[in-house]
């Protein structure tokens, strides 16, 4: 019994490309290459008059009239079943990012052989996999961390610098009055910063505020 081919999109603007990589992913049995285009605009109207949608479309991103960006943000929206895998000679941070939430599911260097991007697309038909190539996923990583970080610094610094005097204040066992006094403001401002504190910090009362201080070492 035959087993149905995996149906590929290759568009890229250079021809020598598409024709290449058509050629070399039509030796194996299990894809066959349902056509090619030389741009996003080109990929969006073949798609609208294919009889039959590819499985997986491998995009460049930079090409005239709708770059690949923009050609797998529209691809997503109009054919949710297709998969999307850039294929690219970009490995920079922005352009990774702006691919991921454009639609696609994968990032490979087109100095990947081959067989690494054949495997590539068994990996996204198969198993759901999300392939990109080793320096894209260092890449992807590093963003992950910074963004890590990023969100632990904003967390760490939800309150401001006169909310956490306020705070502080509350640590140290000063009423409402006393914390006015030392902060030469009037007791009404501090009950005001007060509730905006319990508000960023999710909690409903100083004892909650002052435990979650202590919890991440804020007056360490």
């Known amino acids: 019994m035959s087993v ?11 021809m020598p490309n598409r024709v290449s990589l058509a050629q070399k992913i039509g030796q194996y049995e299990d894809f066959e290459v349902a056509f090619t285009a030389e741009n996003g605009l080109d990929f969006l109207s ?18 005239p009239e709708l770059d690949g960006i923009g050609a797998v943000s529209a691809g997503f929206q109009l054919y949710p079943g297709v998969h999307f ?3 690219t000679v970009f490995d920079d941070d922005a352009k ?27 990996q996204v038909i198969n198993y ?12 992807a990583l590093q963003m992950l961390s910074g963004a890590k970080v990023e969100i632990k610094q904003k967390e760490e610094n939800v309150l401001t610098e006169r909310e956490m005097e306020i705070l ?18 009037s007791p009404y401002t501090v009950r005001t910063h007060i509730t905006n504190i319990y508000k960023k910090l999710h909690v409903s009362n100083k004892a ?13």
Request: aromatic fraction near 6%; charge should be positive; avoid cysteine.
């Open 168 to 185: 502080q204040g509350l640590i140290n066992g000063s009423d409402y009055k006393n914390i006015a006094d030392q902060l030469f403001i």
């Open 46 to 63: 073949k798609m609208k008059a294919a009889k039959t949608l590819p499985d997986v479309v491998l995009m460049d991103i930079d090409m």
């Open 96 to 122: 990774i990012f702006e691919a991921i939430k454009s639609g696609a599911v994968g990032y490979l260097l087109k100095d990947e052989k081959v067989e690494a991007i054949a495997d590539s697309l068994r």
């Open 208 to 220: 909650q505020a002052i435990s979650m201080a202590n919890r991440k070492g804020w007056f360490k």
């Open 128 to 139: 759901g996999g999300a392939p990109m190539s080793p320096r894209i996923a260092r890449k």
């Open 85 to 87: 895998v850039m294929l």
């Open 4 to 14: 149905k081919p995996v149906f590929v999109s290759i568009v890229d603007d250079k």
